[in-house]
């Protein structure tokens, strides 16, 4: 049972990313999927999370409002975080989660 974390990378202020979380041994559409971040010397923070396929609206921390967009397409059993419009603060190692389980993560660095 794990999650996969893949599509970071470095990007210029202002670019895009895509990141996807792949799971495998479990069912991604009987969970709600957070992702979170880390930057160098802080504490893990929550960034976005995306319900259970019930109809409930995603939640954005406000730092990313209006500029990530969360989704899931669960015949893939993957959930996405599209980031647009990156800044240097977005530069962390960024993990998808669900309930106690935790993929590796993977680093988004943005360059100004």
């Known amino acids: 049972v794990q999650l996969q974390a893949s599509g970071g990378g470095l990007v210029q202020t202002g670019g895009s990313l895509r990141l996807s979380c792949a799971a495998s041994?479990?069912?991604?559409?009987?969970?709600?999927i957070g992702w979170f971040r880390q930057a160098p010397g802080k504490e893990r923070e929550p960034v976005s999370c995306i319900p259970r396929s019930d109809g409930s609206p995603p939640y954005y921390a406000d730092p990313v409002k209006g500029r990530f967009t969360i989704s899931r397409d669960d015949a893939k059993n993957t959930v996405y975080l599209q980031m647009n419009s990156l800044k240097p603060e977005d530069t962390a190692v960024y993990y998808c989660?669900?309930?106690?389980?935790w993929g590796q993560g993977t680093l988004v660095t943005v360059s100004s």
């Open positions: 041994g479990i069912t991604l559409e009987n969970y709600a």
């Open positions: 989660n669900a309930r106690t389980l």
